[in-house]
């Protein structure tokens, strides 16, 4: 298996840095695993639509920066599912998985799960989302998928984790998140 312990460290670094995380925009994503008895269990990933800006066309699990009116990140993290994808969540029901901070965007997003045992129907905020992928939990978890991304750091070269899916790369905090969920990580708080 690949090791990504130079990363590891790095962002054990970053997290233990309560400047980065004050001054950055606070910001939640949701995990969201669908448990259908008939079919494996599937992850809901979207797929951002082309804009001028650093999360263009990426690959990502659905959310979105903290609003004022959010009283915590679990009611931002359900609001934004809601506005991009049309999924009601209740706020209560997200586990905390792990926080990222995004250094080009400069967003501090802490991530959550939820396991979903219905079928869904989707409204896609189409300003905002592009395509929905239900993927199978299992291409997470096989070691061959996990694949390195170079990273750049302060001009440090860096590998980070990343996967391929149907000629589809995620990366970045998705795919960390999905490294942390998927291949054992300590991801307890």
Known sequence: MLDFAHFKQLQ?????????????????VVAIILEDLEEEPKLIIIERNQYDG??????????????PTDTDLRETAAREVWEEIGVAIDSDSLNYVTEH???VSNYWITAFSVRINKKLSYDLNKREIN???EIPVSFF??????????VSYHGQKILSPSFSYEGNLIWGATALI????????????
Not at 178 to 189: A, G, P, R, V, W
């Open 101 to 103: 901070w995004i250094n």
């Open 131 to 133: 395509r929905i992928f």
């Open 12 to 28: 054990q670094e970053v997290l233990n840095r309560p400047d980065i995380k004050e001054q950055a925009k606070p910001a939640a």
């Open 54 to 67: 650093h999360h263009s066309g990426q690959m990502a699990f659905p959310g979105g920066k903290m609003d």
């Open 141 to 150: 978890q096989d070691p061959a998928n996990l694949l390195p991304h170079e």
């Open 178 to 189: 999905m490294y942390q969920l998927f291949h054992q990580e300590d991801n307890s708080k």
